[in-house]
C-alpha cells in the first residue's frame, strides 16, 4: 500500500523548482554560483508514517499573495480508509494508556513545537499573511494550548466522573471513556492554533483521530505530524490528511468505523450534508461552534475534551453495613 | 458466480490407475532424483517481478463484486489453536455457513480446516449446508513423528467424516534429499485417505529456494497429491504470490504432460482483500480460467473472511464498514 505512492515520483520538489524564491532567503553572493534550494515534499503522516496520496496526487498551495509556496498531497478517499484503519489499530494502546502518560506525551509535543518554532511562524506567516508578531503570538499560544490540553489529561475525569449517590449498599461510579475513532475537519482559516485546539482535546481524553488540514493552508498541519512523530505519540493516534475537505470528509462521515466527527471545518451546506451521512452509525457530531474573536486565542473550556467522551457507569457492592450504616 | 455446493459439478477424484503418470520416474531413488533435478531451474528474479506485475491489476465494479464472492467460496476457514474448543469450532461453521448473518446472499466457504480431533464437532456444525470438512492430519505441523502414527492421525480424521485431509510432507527427509521417502510417504497417506481428497503441504518457508518449491510440487503431484499447498501457517514466511505462482505454474505444466489437475492452495498470511483479488489474477494469468473455483483454488486462512465480508458490505452500501460489523471469531 504504502511503497507505491513512495514511487510515483516527483511530486514536489522538481516541478516547481525555481519558480518563486522564498521571502528571506539569502542572495547568492558575487562570484560564487547562487545556491540552489532544496524544496520540502509535503506528505500525508498516516499511521506513524509519512506516505505520498495513495492517488499520487498532489494541488498547488500558495502563500496570501498567490506565490507558490509548495505542493500539498491532495488525499483521496483511499488514502481516508487507510487513515481510519490507523487509528482504529492505534486506538486500543492509546486509550488503554494511562491518564498522567498521555499528559506526559502531550507535553513532550509542546517541548518539541518550541523547538521548531522558527519553522512553524514562517508557515503560519506564509499562510495566513500575517506579520512575524503575529505569526509569533499564533505559535506560541499553540504550543500553550497543547501543555494546557495535557494539565487536563488526568482531570477531566474528576470533572465529569463521579461517585453518584444511590439508595443501597453500592458503590456507583461514573467514568469518562473515549468516544474511538474521531474524524476532525480542522479549521479553514486557522491554519495552526485552530489546528491544534481541536486536535488535542480529541486525543488528551484517549480517542485516536483522522485530522483533515485546512484546505487552502495545509502546510503547518502537515509539518504537525513531523512534530508528532518526534514526541512519543504512538504512530495511528492522530493522521493527518491533505487535499479538499468536502471529497475526503463525505467517506469519513459514512464511515461506519468512524465514531465521531468534529465539522469545525465544515461550512454550513457542508455540515448538514456530512451531518446526515453521519446520523447512519449514530456518529457523535460536533457542529461547527462560534469562533472567539480572537480566532482561537481564548481559553478554551472543558466543551471540546467532553465533545469526543462517553460516560460508563458500573456499580459495586460495599458488603455488609455495619452497626453505623456504613461499611466505608 | 460461485455455487455454494463446490463438489456438485465435479466427481470425487478418480484414483490414478497404474501408478505414476509419467512412467518409470518413481522406479528408485536415483530416478527420482534424477527427473526432479532435472526440471528447470527457476528464475527467481523473473518469478517475482512476474507476481508482482500481475498484482498491479486493478480489479473494479462488477469484477471486483464477482472476484470477492469467489475467493469468499474459495475460503478454508481454519482454525489450527492449541486453544481450540469445540465451541469455537461450532462458531466457526456458523460462520462458514453464513459468513454474513446480514446479507444472505453471500456465498458460503468452501470448507472448515480443523485438528482431527474436532473433525466431529466441525461435522456436525456444518452438516447439510454443502461445506466441506478439511483436517489437518500427519502430526501437523511438524511431521516428524514414525509414518504409522502419521496414518493413524488420517485414518482417525476420515473415521471421524473429514473431506478432506490435509498433509505436512517430511521437510527433514526432503531437504536431506531422501526423495523417495517423502514420495513414498504421500502414497501412502493418500491411500489411507481411501475417498477424502488428499491437500500436500510443502511448508514453502523451509524448503529454502523456488527450485526446491518446483521440485516438491512435481514430486507430490506424482505421488497423487489432489491439491497442493504452500504452507501450515506456523512458520514465518507463509504464501506469497511468487511461490504460489511458482506452484500454479507447477500444476498447468502437470497437466500439459499427464491430463491430470491438481488443484491450489495458498496458506496464511493472506489477510486483505486486496491480496487474495492478486491471487486470483495469478490463477487466471497462469493456471487458466479452469482453476477459478473452489473445487481447484483454495484460501488457506481465517482473518481474510473478515476483510472479504467488509469490502463486500463496502460494494453493496457505498460506505466503508469496520470490524464491528463482521463476527469476531
Redesign the interface.
Known amino acids: 500500500m504504502s511503497d507505491k505512492p513512495e514511487k510515483t515520483g516527483k511530486t514536489g520538489k522538481t516541478a516547481k523548482a525555481g519558480k518563486g524564491e522564498r521571502p528571506g532567503e539569502p542572495e547568492g553572493t558575487a562570484g560564487a554560483a547562487p545556491r540552489l534550494s532544496v524544496f520540502k515534499t509535503y506528505k500525508l503522516y498516516v499511521g506513524g508514517k509519512f506516505p505520498r496520496s495513495e492517488s499520487g496526487r498532489v494541488y498547488e498551495v500558495t502563500d496570501s499573495q498567490g506565490t507558490w509556496l509548495a505542493n500539498a498531497p491532495l488525499s483521496s478517499r483511499k488514502d481516508a480508509r487507510d487513515a481510519v484503519v490507523a487509528a482504529r489499530k492505534a486506538f486500543g494502546g492509546w486509550s488503554g494508556a494511562t491518564a498522567y502518560n498521555r499528559g506526559q506525551v502531550l507535553y513532550r509535543v509542546a517541548e518539541m513545537l518550541e523547538g521548531r518554532r522558527e519553522q512553524f511562524v514562517r508557515e503560519v506567516a506564509e499562510a495566513e499573511g500575517l506579520s512575524q508578531a503575529e505569526a509569533a503570538a499564533q505559535v506560541d499560544a499553540a504550543v500553550d494550548r497543547w501543555v494546557w490540553y495535557a494539565g487536563w489529561t488526568d482531570k477531566i475525569a474528576q470533572v465529569v466522573g463521579g461517585a453518584n449517590p444511590v439508595a443501597g449498599p453500592y458503590f456507583n461510579l461514573s467514568t469518562p471513556e473515549p468516544t474511538g475513532v474521531v474524524a476532525v475537519l480542522a479549521p479553514q482559516e486557522s491554519s495552526f492554533l485552530g489546528l491544534v485546539s481541536v486536535i488535542a482535546p480529541v486525543i488528551a481524553t484517549g480517542n485516536t483521530a483522522v485530522v483533515i488540514a485546512s484546505e487552502r493552508f495545509p502546510l503547518p498541519a502537515l509539518s504537525l505530524g513531523e512534530v508528532l512523530a518526534t514526541s512519543d505519540v504512538p504512530g495511528g493516534v492522530v493522521n493527518i490528511l491533505s487535499g479538499r475537505t468536502a471529497e475526503i470528509a463525505a467517506p469519513l462521515a459514512a464511515h461506519q468505523d468512524v465514531n465521531a466527527i468534529d465539522l469545525a471545518g465544515a461550512d454550513e451546506a457542508l455540515a448538514k450534508e456530512l451531518e446526515i451521512a453521519a446520523a447512519d452509525n449514530l456518529k457523535r457530531v460536533l457542529r461547527p461552534q462560534p469562533v472567539d474573536d480572537g480566532g482561537w486565542s481564548a481559553t478554551p473550556g472543558t466543551e471540546r475534551l467532553t465533545a469526543f467522551l462517553e460516560t460508563k457507569t458500573v456499580w459495586h457492592t460495599t458488603g455488609a453495613l455495619g452497626a453505623s450504616g456504613s461499611s466505608y | 458466480m460461485p455455487t455454494s455446493a463446490p463438489n456438485a459439478a465435479h466427481p470425487p477424484t478418480a484414483p490414478r490407475a497404474g501408478g505414476s503418470p509419467l512412467g518409470d520416474v518413481t522406479a528408485s531413488d536415483s530416478s527420482l532424483r534424477r527427473f526432479l533435478h532435472g526440471l528447470p531451474g527457476v528464475d527467481a528474479v523473473g518469478l517475482e517481478a512476474r507476481a508482482a506485475a500481475l498484482g498491479t491489476r486493478s480489479i473494479k465494479t462488477t469484477a471486483k463484486a464477482y472476484a470477492l464472492d469467489l475467493a469468499i467460496s474459495m475460503v478454508d476457514l481454519t482454525t489450527l489453536e492449541g486453544a481450540d474448543t469445540p465451541g469455537k469450532v461450532r462458531a466457526l461453521g456458523a460462520k462458514a455457513v453464513h459468513p454474513d448473518p446480514t446479507d444472505r446472499t453471500a456465498p458460503t466457504t468452501a470448507a472448515v480446516c480443523v485438528y482431527p480431533d474436532m473433525v466431529a464437532a466441525a461435522k456436525e456444525a456444518v452438516a447439510g449446508s454443502g461445506v466441506l470438512v478439511a483436517s489437518v492430519a500427519t502430526a501437523f505441523p511438524a511431521g516428524r513423528a514414525a509414518l504409522g502414527v502419521k496414518l493413524a492421525d488420517v485414518r482417525d480424521a476420515v473415521a471421524a467424516g473429514a473431506d478432506e485431509i490435509d498433509m505436512v510432507i517430511d521437510r527433514g527427509a526432503f531437504l536431506a534429499g531422501r526423495y523417495l521417502k517423502v514420495y513414498e510417504e504421500i502414497v501412502a497417506v493418500k491411500e489411507a485417505s481411501g475417498a477424502a481428497r488428499l491437500k500436500v503441504i510443502f511448508e514453502t518457508g523451509e524448503l529454502s529456494t523456488y527450485d526446491n518449491i518446483r521440485r516438491a510440487s512435481w514430486l507430490g503431484m506424482l505421488a497423487g497429491a489432489d491439491f497442493i499447498k504452500t504452507s501450515t501457517g506456523k512458520v514465518g514466511v507463509n504464501a506469497t504470490p511468487a511461490n504460489t505462482l511458482l506452484m500454479l505454474e507447477a500444476v498447468r505444466d502437470f497437466r500439459a504432460q499427464t491430463g491430470v489437475q491438481v488443484g491450489v492452495k495458498p496458506a496464511g498470511g493472506i489477510r486483505t482483500a486486496k491480496d487474495a483479488l492478486k491471487f486470483l489474477v495469478l490463477v487466471n494469468e497462469t493456471a487458466g480460467g479452469d482453476w477459478l473455483d473452489n473445487h481447484w483454488f483454495r484460501f488457506g486462512a481465517s482473518s481474510l473472511l473478515n476483510d472479504l465480508l467488509m469490502q463486500r458490505q463496502k460494494l453493496a452500501t457505498?460506505?466503508?464498514?469496520?470490524?464491528?460489523?463482521v463476527t469476531v471469531d
Open positions: 457505498g460506505r466503508y464498514s469496520g470490524p464491528d460489523y
